[in-house]
């Protein structure tokens, strides 16, 4: 199984996070240079835990509670979170026996394994598999899990999982390994 060897939630710190923010702090200089090639910028899972833990918990959705992002081999990315699926069940306003989210509530671990494929300043993920307490589900149920817990003014729909991204301050590709990524600029 690729989750093998995954680091756990908590085992980050606030020195991990100040690490992270001065090498974004390179690559958006690099950037502002007006360079176009030539930087490769390594950066490790406890790093980028960190800094969401650390630099971004008051843009994390209410709702979504100890987020985790794994590096695996091979542009795989496992990610986890506990989030509360009430909110979802509610928004969707379904009566119906048949929908799997009118019997889901409260506050339950999340897991989604997929493939990370990026390339000329775009990337993309592939979704591998998802669970909800450790239950299989349908790709169609956590594009509704994301849509929800995403939508902005900017984004009134949510994020589509399946949607292609450009990715930000120049740069050109991320290549993951166990552990670790590199943003290539």
Known sequence: MLAAGVVGAGQVSRLDAARLQSKLDRINAFRASGKTTGLRTPVTETELNAYVRYEMSDRIPAGVQDPWISFLQNGHLLGKASVDLGRVAQSRKSASALDPFAYMSGVLPVEVNGI?????????????????????????????????????????????IDKPFMLPSGIREIQLAQGQAVVVQ
């Open 116 to 160: 990370l494929t990026t390339k000329n300043g775009t990337g993309s993920f592939a979704l591998e598999s998802a669970s909800i307490s450790s239950v299989p589900v349908p790709a169609w149920m956590l594009q509704e899990i994301v849509s929800y817990y995403s939508k902005s003014e900017a984004s009134p729909q949510g994020v589509a």
